[in-house]
């Protein structure tokens, strides 16, 4: 994996000196036509039958994750919903008007932790 040092400050700290970090460089997007191609060179299915099955569990995923249910996937992780909201004194005042924002979280699974665990990494300049 390609990475550049950028330099960045502290948002906890504004007056401490600002720090060089590694940031990955972004190689461009892999769609789901692009993984459904690599997918059908691997399989019996064709790339269209992939990518429709792709697309429907794209559509479907949102209807499980606002049920509340946390959606594995086999060895490459679980995905779950995440509530952003403000805090308030009493529990019995709290409305979702108090709920700013929903975020997705991921959780990778063992195999996918241990294979990114093994990345070569190669600085840009």
Sequence with gaps: MKYRIIERNNPQQPAASKKQY?????????????FAKEIAGRSSLSRGDI??????FVDELPTFLK???SVKLGDFGTLRLN????????GQKFS??????VKV???PGVDLKKSL?????????
């Design 22 to 34: 590694a940031s990955p460089v972004n190689a461009g997007k892999f769609d789901i036509k692009d």
């Design 51 to 56: 990518e429709n099955v792709l697309n429907n």
């Design 67 to 69: 049920l509340g249910l």
């Design 83 to 90: 509530l952003q909201s403000d805090g308030v004194e009493q």
């Design 96 to 101: 979702a008007a108090h709920i700013k924002g």
């Design 105 to 107: 979280i991921f959780t």
């Design 117 to 125: 665990a093994e990345t070569a990494f190669e600085e840009v300049k």
